[in-house]
């Protein structure tokens, strides 16, 4: 399943930068979407998700506050809005999906349950 981010860039700390995701081929609105970040020498990590009833749940830690997850089933695209960003945000960012059969939905936070990949996009936060 091809899915394709953009909007990734080079920014200054404080700095706002909005993400898309679109999976042009996806059953999209049976699909929960997820955005996840991995740092150069570091594992991938979540950042957040939304499942397709719309419940959101973020990496509390990392994002709280700052990032937000959206989709637009109409458009089969997700969302990250990044506002205040700070040089630890710096990392590929990758939007991933996975089959939603439980009703109702269960949000997921781990790469192994997610199935579907893009190929990511570059963030920099300078300070």
């Known amino acids: 399943v091809r899915m394709v981010e953009s909007g990734g860039g080079l920014v200054q700390a404080g700095s706002s930068l909005g993400l898309s995701c679109t999976a042009p081929?996806?059953?999209?609105?049976?699909?929960?979407m997820a955005w996840f970040r991995q740092a150069p020498g570091k594992e991938r990590e979540f950042v957040a998700t939304i499942t397709r009833d719309g419940l959101r749940v973020y990496n509390d830690d990392a994002v709280k506050g700052r990032f937000t997850i959206s989709r637009d089933n109409a458009k089969n695209a997700v969302y990250l809005q990044m506002n205040s960003l700070k040089p630890e945000d710096t990392a590929v960012y990758y939007c991933a999906g996975r089959l939603s059969i439980a009703a109702p939905a269960v949000p997921r936070n781990r790469t192994e349950d997610f199935g579907s990949w893009g190929q990511g996009t570059q963030v920099t936060v300078s300070s």
């Open positions: 081929s996806l059953s999209f609105s049976s699909f929960d």
